[in-house]
């Protein structure tokens, strides 16, 4: 049983940054894929970022792309999210999520695909 941590939300302006943590409880999360998600008010869960086990294959969503960032420290059993240039449109509450691991990112949008969730830290970025 993996339980994780989210931290590091809040309240910016468009442009700035933010980086989110994911701490999990698990002495071995390095055994572990992890994703990142969010979800808008009177949306569903979308799909953000994420990384394998070792962190050297990660994969992110079309809206994302070139502004967060993924990153991971197993010593310290934390996973990372760097969000730059933030846009309104990044408002959301933010999940991370574990799996077990693979060297495949296949179906890491599909959040079905995780059994370990966090619960959330909330992200506003006003205009």
């Known amino acids: 049983q993996v339980q994780l941590v989210e931290s590091g939300g809040g309240l910016v302006q468009s442009g700035d940054s933010l980086r989110l943590s994911c701490a999990a409880s698990?002495?071995?999360?390095?055994?572990?894929?992890v994703g990142w998600f969010r979800q808008a008010p009177g949306k569903e869960r979308e799909f953000v970022a994420a990384s394998i086990w070792t962190g050297l294959i990660k994969y992110y969503a079309d809206s994302v792309k070139g502004r967060f960032t993924i990153s991971r420290d197993n010593a310290k059993n934390i996973v990372y999210l760097q969000l730059n240039s933030l846009k309104p449109d990044d408002t959301a509450v933010y999940y991370c999520?574990?799996?077990?691991?693979?060297?495949?990112?296949?179906?890491?949008?599909?959040?079905?695909?995780?059994?370990?969730w966090g619960q959330g830290t909330q992200v506003t970025v006003s205009s």
């Open positions: 698990e002495r071995t999360f390095s055994d572990y894929n």
């Open positions: 999520a574990a799996k077990e691991k693979s060297y495949s990112l296949i179906r890491a949008e599909n959040p079905r695909e995780y059994n370990y």
